[in-house]
């Protein structure tokens, strides 16, 4: 049997992350709801200050791609979305639902551990060094936490995972090692274990940064299919080409704050902000 790639199409399947059909598209100008919304977020470690009130929104469908130097506050951006951080101020709401807080500042924490857990297994998020487990063969890496976390049938997670590897590409490597494989096939068999617990969204924080230009390429094709698939993904990247060719927004940080942001060909054609000029001019000369 030939598994599904991701050129194969099944127009009855209509999961919640796709991106809305072009016939939707042409048809309402009208922005899909925000899967991952930010206000005003505020984020300190001890005395400094990494956010200093960010707003951000990840429309269901759409790709969001975050640019901006080392430091700028991304990867931070990325993690408060995820609830892997606290934060001192402002709201982070997933489906339109606001996360509770309790405390003030520095002493603010989320109240209900149980809805931290619920939007988090909803958001997948993919690191720039894999973070594979290593005594666990990448099958059993896939499988992990829908198992685990989500409780789910292991003989179908089973079969999603392998259905998964085999989309990005790795389906014959089910029983080897991470140490086995390249960074390459590392980390596409780390978006097959994001994508097996079939996430609202994706979340990556420099995916590609970590490999070498040849395998990069491998990466940058999944991650392009992935978008033509029509899922959300808010993606941290420096590699400017990715975040032209697949985001529908980009936004630029500049220490803690977006400093521009809009569609692609604006940002990247035609930037009106001179530091994201300059940032832009020095990716060409690197
Ligand atoms: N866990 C942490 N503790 C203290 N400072 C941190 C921590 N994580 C990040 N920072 C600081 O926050 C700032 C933003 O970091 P980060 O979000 O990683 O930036 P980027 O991903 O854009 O390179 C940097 O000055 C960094 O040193
Ligand atoms: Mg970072």
Not at 191 to 207: K, S, T, V, W
Request: glycine share 6%; aromatic share 4%; charged share 25%.
């Amino acid at each position: 049997m030939r598994h599904p790639t991701f050129l194969d199409c099944n127009p009855g399947d209509d999961p919640p992350y796709l991106r809305p059909t072009c016939t939707e598209r042409t048809a309402s100008t009208l922005t899909p709801p925000p899967v991952i919304e930010i206000r005003d977020l505020h984020k300190s470690y001890g005395a400094l200050e990494v956010l200093k009130g960010v707003d951000m929104i990840a429309p269901r469908g759409h790709v969001v791609s975050l640019i901006g130097s080392s430091g700028s506050g991304k990867s931070t951006l990325l993690r408060c979305a995820n609830l892997l951080e606290d934060s001192q101020q402002g709201d982070v709401l997933f489906e339109g639902e606001p996360i509770r807080w309790r405390g003030t500042g520095a002493d603010r924490h989320p109240a209900d551990r149980a809805q931290v857990t619920r939007i988090r297994t909803n958001l997948s998020m993919v690191f720039q060094q894999f973070n594979l487990w290593s005594h666990m063969t990448i099958l059993q890496n896939v499988m992990e936490a829908p198992v685990t976390v989500l409780k789910r049938n292991p003989v179908e997670v089973e079969a999603k995972a392998r259905e998964y590897l085999d989309k990005v590409g790795i389906g014959d490597k089910c029983d080897a090692w991470p140490a086995m494989l390249s960074g390459g096939q590392q980390q596409r068999a780390a978006i097959a274990r994001a994508l097996c617990m079939e996430p609202r969204a994706l979340l990556f924080d420099e995916p590609t940064s970590a490999l070498d230009p040849e395998l990069e390429q491998e990466v940058v094709k999944v991650i392009k299919a992935l978008a033509d698939e029509g899922r959300t993904m808010l993606l941290v990247t420096h590699d400017m080409k990715l975040a032209a060719d697949v985001s529908d927004h980009v936004v630029f940080l500049h220490l803690g704050k977006i400093e521009e942001q809009g569609p692609p060909e604006a940002l990247f054609g035609a930037p009106s902000s001179t530091r994201l000029q300059k940032f832009l001019r020095a990716g060409q000369a690197a």
